[in-house]
């Protein structure tokens, strides 16, 4: 714990000092709780593995591959 500190033989002497109305002076540690499951980075990748994990949502996914290569190649001679 970084900014836990125990008061302990020699710290006896460092005492926090607290400034009142002068935010800057004051040294706190960040009291903030995420409980969120996604980040800004990790929504994508997260969000990907839970869908095709699932053995329906993999499979259908490479039937949607399939039918776009063979409608490519289909367009392809269609315009010959």
Not at 9 to 33: A, H, M, Q, W
């Amino acid at each position: 714990m970084g900014c836990q500190q125990s008061l302990q033989g020699s710290d006896v002497s460092k005492v926090r000092t607290i400034y009142l109305n002068e935010p800057i002076r004051n040294n706190f540690c960040k009291n903030s709780i995420s409980t969120a499951k996604y980040s800004i980075w990790s929504f994508l990748p997260r969000y990907l593995y839970l869908q095709f994990s699932k053995a329906a949502n993999a499979f259908f996914l490479f039937i949607t591959i399939l039918q776009v290569i063979f409608l490519n190649t289909l367009l392809d001679y269609a315009f010959f």
